[in-house]
């Protein structure tokens, strides 16, 4: 169960690794990152970014070497 857990967690945080280096423009145009945007900036809101991306691979690799 661990190891499904891990790798639906480290599939996810590469789609959101995809998402910082392509910068799509559906994300960009979301309206729930707009309102964050709005409150953080927009260097704020990547940094956010960057920080959950990196505790969404932390979290997947880590259940996978616990696995």
Request: proline share 3%; net charge positive.
């Amino acid at each position: 169960m661990m190891q499904i857990a891990g790798t639906i967690l480290v599939l996810i945080g590469v789609l959101y690794v995809y998402m910082i280096i392509m910068r799509p423009p559906f994300l960009m145009n979301n309206i729930k990152v707009k309102i964050m945007v709005k409150k953080m900036g927009l260097k704020g809101f990547w940094i956010f970014f960057l920080i959950w991306t990196a505790l969404v691979l932390g979290g997947g690799i880590t259940l996978l070497l616990l696995a």
